[in-house]
Structures are given as structure tokens and as C-alpha cells.
């Protein structure tokens, strides 16, 4: 896990100076189809406080220079979040190819 400025990811793949990760917003305000709710004892173990859920659409983390890995997370965790991405990513597969026929 990655602290980037005062955002926390769980890096799911990593190439050279890039990184693709699933950042874990705390209270979120909305909701994501993505989103795994993380169980409170690993949230705490992770030094996160409140409500917290991974948010399993990944995004680009540049490393930069302000980062540090502050925690690992569980394998069933882990595990957890691949099945939520390798979901995620079915999806917006399926929505890309249907925003691709109407354009025909």
C-alpha cells in the first residue's frame, strides 16, 4: 500500500516509475460500483480511521517523490480487490464496446 500526499492506494500492478492502484477514500460522500468495503480491522491495521472502502477502478500513480509504502494488506484482501478489478474491468470492457457500436 501507497501513501501519495495524503491519498492511500493498493497498488495492483507496477511497471518502471508508474503504478496502477486502487486508492481507498475514507466517509466517501458517493458510491462506485467498484467499491469493496474494507473490514474495519484492516482498515485500522492500516491506520486509516471511518467508514473506508477500496475503490477497485485503478489509476495511474506516478511515483513521485512524496510518496512511502505504509502498510501491506491482507492476501484474502488482495485477493479480494484483483476479483473486484478483473470485475471492473469486464464492465467497462462491455460499456466501451457499446459506446463503440452506436457510433457505427
Do not use: T, Y
Not at 8 to 31: K, L, Q, S, Y
Not at 70 to 76: D, I, P, R, S, T
Amino acid at each position: 500500500m501507497l501513501r501519495v500526499n495524503d491519498a492511500r492506494f493498493i497498488v495492483v500492478a507496477a511497471n518502471g516509475d508508474e503504478a496502477a492502484g486502487c486508492i481507498i477514500p475514507a466517509d466517501p460522500e458517493n458510491r462506485h460500483r467498484s467499491d469493496m468495503p474494507l473490514h474495519w480491522a484492516q482498515a485500522f491495521r492500516l491506520g486509516i480511521r471511518g467508514e473506508c472502502v477500496v475503490r477497485c477502478a485503478p489509476q495511474m500513480i506516478r511515483m513521485a517523490e512524496r510518496q512511502e509504502r505504509v502498510g501491506k494488506v491482507a492476501l484474502v484482501v488482495a485477493d479480494q480487490v484483483a476479483s473486484f478489478v478483473a470485475r471492473e474491468m469486464q464492465i467497462q470492457a462491455r460499456e466501451d464496446g457499446w459506446r463503440s457500436d452506436r457510433g457505427r
